[in-house]
């Protein structure tokens, strides 16, 4: 499968809850922290929750 690279570009400060444990379940911890994950449905699902936090690209 497809592989894409995700990047945390805003913080997590004013998010809600849920939000902060979607940004964790994806394994991203700091500010320009990046990870490679496989391109599937349910990382999609997680990516749109919180897309506005988020810079997504193919890796």
Same mark, same amino acid.
């Given at each position: 499968?497809? *592989?894409?690279?995700? =990047?945390? !570009? *805003? $913080? !997590?400060? #004013?998010?809600?809850?849920? &939000?902060?444990? %979607? %940004? &964790?379940?994806? #394994?991203?911890? *700091?500010?320009?922290?990046? %990870? @490679?994950? @496989?391109?599937?449905?349910? =990382?999609? #699902? &997680?990516?749109? *929750? %919180? $897309?506005?936090?988020? =810079?997504? $690209?193919?890796?």
């Amino acid at each position: 499968m497809a *592989k894409i690279k995700i =990047t945390l !570009t *805003k $913080s !997590t400060i #004013g998010a809600n809850p849920a &939000q902060r444990r %979607v %940004v &964790q379940a994806l #394994g991203l911890r *700091k500010l320009h922290h990046s %990870v @490679e994950l @496989e391109d599937n449905a349910a =990382t999609r #699902g &997680q990516i749109k *929750k %919180v $897309s506005h936090l988020l =810079t997504v $690209s193919e890796a």
